[in-house]
Nanobody
């Protein structure tokens, strides 16, 4: 059974920082891209960032570029999202997801595994 478990969410003031982590178990994800998505109340789930299995390729949504940084540790099967300069509009449930790495940014429908999500709330 594959599991992705997120942690690190919470309540933070605007301008603050949070670091989300995702631990993968059940299989090796070294040949998988690992990504983060988020879903705010009343909105569709949206892409945030993704990192290739080799660490060399990263993609970010325009709304988080320059503020968020994605990283991973294949030896530990973990992926992290460092979020700085948080804004109230970053408030959402954040989800970790995994997709086979095919040397390009994965499409949304290529993500095979999803975590349960962790809540991030940014107060103004």
């Amino acid at each position: 059974q594959v599991q992705l478990v997120e942690s690190g969410g919470g309540l933070v003031q605007a301008g603050g920082s949070l670091r989300l982590s995702c631990a993968a178990s059940g299989r090796a994800f070294s040949n998988y891209a690992m990504g983060w998505f988020r879903q705010a109340p009343g909105k569709e789930r949206e892409f945030v960032a993704v990192i290739s299995w080799s660490y060399t390729n990263t993609y970010y949504a325009d709304s988080v570029k320059g503020r968020f940084t994605i990283s991973r540790d294949n030896a530990k099967n973990t992926v992290s999202l460092q979020m700085n300069s948080l804004k109230p509009e970053d408030t959402a449930v954040y989800y970790c997801a995994a997709a086979p790495w095919r040397y390009r940014r994965p499409r949304r429908d290529e993500y095979d595994y999803w975590g349960q999500g962790t809540q991030v709330t940014v107060s103004s």
